[in-house]
Nanobody, 115 residues
């Protein structure tokens, strides 16, 4: 199982980013997929989950209405569109295979929101 996140970077408050997670080594289209993040000095925070077909999604309250999870099963890729970013969104963002906390995580991609 391999999960590789990309798309992180530094952005001003109010800005947007789209994260990608390229999956390989398993049948992507049959798994729930999850995004989690970890801010400096804090524990991991669950953000969002999407079902295998991509038509059912759930979000944590802090990101509801600002973040959108999606997937392209033909490309074995998971996405997280992030809008109206805030400084408190600064964290290392991980994709995970499965629901809840998943069983495999990628290496993460850093998102920094700062003026």
């Amino acid at each position: 199982v391999q999960l590789e996140e990309s798309g992180g970077g530094m952005v001003h408050p109010g800005g947007s980013l789209r994260l990608s997670c390229a999956a390989s080594g398993f049948t992507f289209s049959t798994y729930y997929m999850t995004w989690v993040r970890q801010a400096p000095g804090k524990g991991a925070e669950w953000l969002s989950v999407i079902n295998p077909g991509g038509f059912s999604t759930y979000y944590a309250d802090p990101v509801k209405g600002r973040f959108t999870i999606s997937r392209d099963n033909a490309k074995n890729t998971l996405y997280l569109q992030m809008k109206r970013l805030k400084p408190e969104d600064t964290a290392l963002y991980y994709c995970a295979r499965g629901g809840y906390w998943g069983d495999y995580w990628g290496q993460g991609t850093q998102v920094t929101v700062s003026s």
